[in-house]
């Protein structure tokens, strides 16, 4: 028999689930406030459980459990919906009703992934793996929506993580690299194509996350990729996603963090060509000005980077950037490698050329 504190969580639980039934339900009705109020939503989900709240959710051991706060980051009501809708399934199918209408909408997929995330999969109390709705799986375009759904929601919300510098969907990320991304059961139970796009979204922000000592792992979970013969190893990928991810980087603390937290790749075995995009990649935070408009803390950060990750080149380093300064040569991408005045742009042309060759040989 429940006990009281048991019974109160679970009536607060319903209670919630009744609530975003209720606004998911205005959404569907009042299209001109349908933004807003998904808006709402979302930032109600993503709202960390106060005191209160939680004396009620948490306490005995058949309710949730405090264990995403394990990760350093907040206890959301994300957090406890997700696992509340993973115990009990048939609470969530009304509200995955709403949002599969509401589909096209702005945050619908940011709802969708928090509080159904753990649908992937789930271990019973005996250790067995089961799999969640198994209608899915005999639908595999409902399948790959879902799956779509999902990576597409967690780009999002990570991204408000990135934009923001704090880790409240942190629990989130490591649910979806350590449950899902490593663990080859759950893995095989999404869609190829979603595999892969998981694949690259976890390649973006685990620096972010200080997962770096996950990346063996990692890599030997690494979904097939069609071009892979283009592309090269899992360590190949990873290093090309997060090459991109710090381009986009503006704000910068996080900047900082990344290009900290980058020296653990030192001792990868990278194709040239995937080595020479880092290579650049970091070039263009050293050098003032734009197109990235680095600050003085990141350009360090980034001469720090490239001393560590390619000590033999740091003479080198210096050399070019000298003459770059003497001749007036910009080395912050292919396109601007050329000479600031007329008559310059030959010697400007062979100099990239050079830069490139010195690439090559090293």
């Known amino acids: 028999m429940p006990s009281a504190s048991t019974a109160r969580g679970t009536a607060y639980l319903k209670a919630l689930t009744l609530e975003i039934e209720k606004k998911l339900q205005r959404a569907l009705a009042t299209a001109s406030q349908r933004p807003n109020l998904l808006q709402e939503l979302f930032a109600d989900v993503a709202l960390e459980v106060d005191d209160r709240a939680k004396d009620m959710i948490l306490g005995e051991e058949d309710t949730i459990t405090a264990s995403d706060e394990s990760y350093g980051s907040p206890l959301c009501f994300y957090n406890v919906l997700a696992d509340h809708f993973a115990r009990m399934p048939e609470n969530g199918k009304s509200i995955l009703d709403l949002i599969v209408r509401l589909w096209s909408q702005s945050f619908a997929s940011n709802i969708f992934s928090l509080l159904f995330h753990k649908w992937v999969g789930n271990y019973d109390d005996t250790g067995m793996f089961v799999q969640l709705f198994e209608f899915q799986l005999d639908n595999p375009v409902v399948l790959l929506r879902y799956s779509s759904a999902l990576i597409q929601g967690a780009t999002n919300v990570f991204w408000i993580d990135i934009q923001t510098n704090v880790r409240r969907f942190q629990s989130f990320f490591q649910y979806l690299l350590e449950e899902v991304a490593v663990d080859s059961e759950r893995l095989k139970k999404i869609p190829p194509q979603a595999q892969r796009d998981l694949f690259l979204l976890l390649s973006r922000v685990m620096l972010f996350y200080n997962s770096d000592d996950k990346l063996e792992r990692f890599f030997k979970q690494c979904p097939d990729f069609p071009n892979a013969f ?86 080198e380093k210096i050399f070019c950037y000298r003459l770059a300064d003497i001749l007036g040569i910009s080395l912050v991408s292919s396109s601007d490698y050329y000479i600031h005045g007329t008559g310059r742009r030959l010697v400007g042309i062979l100099y990239f050329l050079v830069y490139k060759l010195c690439c090559i040989l090293y």
């Open 230 to 315: 283009l592309l090269g190893s899992a360590a190949d990928i990873f290093v090309i996603e997060l090459s991109d991810q710090l381009q986009k980087l503006k704000v910068e603390p996080v900047l900082l963090h990344y290009l900290s937290r980058i020296k653990v790749l030192q001792g990868l075995e990278l194709r040239l060509a995937t080595s020479t995009r880092l290579k650049t990649c970091l070039y263009s935070f050293t050098s003032p000005g734009g197109p990235m408009y680095p600050t003085r803390a990141v350009r360090h950060a980034a001469w720090d980077a490239l001393d560590f990750l390619f000590p033999l080149r740091t003479l």
